[in-house]
């Protein structure tokens, strides 16, 4: 199993639209994509199935993506 996935990418595009239409900051985002790694370390679906390696990349692209978003929020300027 590789580090990063198809889900990789529904990560990244999750937490680019949050960050970009949404006004959550970086604490939640945090609280948010971490709770959600360890929920998949029980949870009993193939899915969550994942490598330690791929839980780090997963949050790794989580905070690109959120990061991201924000870069590009629609507020920024304003």
Excluded: C
Aim: zero cysteines; charged letters at 10%; hydrophobic letters at 55%.
């Amino acid at each position: 199993m590789n580090a990063v996935n198809h889900y990789s990418a529904f990560h990244f595009i999750f937490w680019f639209l949050t960050a970009r239409y949404s006004k959550i900051g970086w604490l939640l985002f945090l609280i948010l994509s971490m709770s959600w790694e360890l929920l998949e370390l029980v949870l009993p679906f193939n899915f969550a199935a994942e490598t330690i390696q791929n839980k780090i990349a997963d949050i790794i692209v989580n905070i690109l993506g959120y990061g991201s978003g924000l870069f590009f929020n629609e507020n920024n300027g304003k």
